[in-house]
Nanobody, 125 residues
Framework: QVQLVEAGGGLVQAGGSLRLSCAASGRTFSEYHMGWFRQAPGKEREFVSA????????HYKDSVKGRFTISRDDAKNTVYLQMNSRKPEDTAVYYCAATRLMLTMLSGGLLINIWGKGTLVTVSS
């Protein structure tokens, strides 16, 4: 089982860009589908984006399509989330997740048991 550590959070002005990274320990990273979730203050955690193992098919929450890009580098055991054109409503703690079953990623993450500790992203208006 992999362990995940996020990095790259911080304060950014609206319209700005930020790239999050999630480094995984272990030798089986390429066997996992990877994804990002976020939780804003007072709100439930929500799916943001995911990328499949092997062929790298990507999935996005509608509100981030065209602004966020997920990618992975299996040689570095790392998944990235490039966030452009940031909006104040993007403010949240962003969590990295890993799963062997993509359906668990796309259905809200309740059945996922591999999570990072999160990184805070704040977008100022």
């Amino acid at each position: 089982q992999v362990q995940l550590v996020e990095a790259g959070g911080g304060l950014v002005q609206a319209g700005g860009s930020l790239r999050l990274s999630c480094a995984a320990s272990g030798r089986t990273f390429s066997e996992y589908h990877m994804g990002w979730f976020r939780q804003a203050p007072g709100k439930e955690r929500e799916f943001v984006s995911a990328i499949t193992r092997a062929d790298g098919t990507t999935h996005y929450k509608d509100s981030v399509k065209g602004r966020f890009t997920i990618s992975r580098d299996d040689a570095k055991n790392t998944v990235y989330l490039q966030m452009n054109s940031r909006k104040p409503e993007d403010t949240a703690v962003y969590y990295c997740a890993a799963t062997r079953l993509m359906l668990t990623m796309l259905s809200g993450g309740l059945l996922i048991n591999i999570w990072g500790k999160g990184t805070l992203v704040t977008v100022s208006s």
